[in-house]
């Protein structure tokens, strides 16, 4: 009897730990239906980092360690008005190269091109 109650009593707090959870967790929000989308024809494993301006306490998000030939995409948050991309070597290092982009209200698409010491991040145009 006393072993039934012990595990009646942790399937219950275990079932209100996990309600609590749901309960706290952030809201998702939806994201805007424009993008960026870069194409890596560098010669480099590129990092790029993504500032969202408009955006409260909104930190950099980076897609890191991208080979050449790939492509990516990340949808503008919702509520972002500008954007800065960084190129980088990895999330820890310096900007090699930058672009802003103003308009949100459309999408945006990039290259990368260059070698080490000589990296550029290009619009092309979707």
């Excluded at 500008?82 to 990039?110: G, P, Q």
Aim: glycine letters at 10%; hydrophobic letters at 35%.
């Amino acid at each position: 009897m006393r072993t039934a109650r012990r595990t009646i009593f942790s399937l219950a707090a275990g079932a209100t730990l996990c309600a609590s959870a749901v309960a706290l967790a952030p809201a998702a929000h939806a994201g805007s239906d424009n993008y960026v989308k870069i194409t890596h024809k560098g010669g480099f494993v590129a990092t790029t980092c993504y500032e969202w301006l408009g955006i409260p306490n909104k930190g950099e998000d980076c897609n890191e360690g991208k080979a050449v030939g790939q492509s990516w995409t990340r949808y503008f948050p919702e509520g972002a008005t500008s954007a800065v991309i960084n190129l980088k070597l990895s999330k820890w290092d310096k900007a090699r190269d930058s672009v802003a982009v103003k308009d949100t209200s459309k999408n945006h698409c990039f290259e990368i091109r260059g070698l080490l010491g000589s990296e550029n991040l290009i619009e092309t145009g979707c």
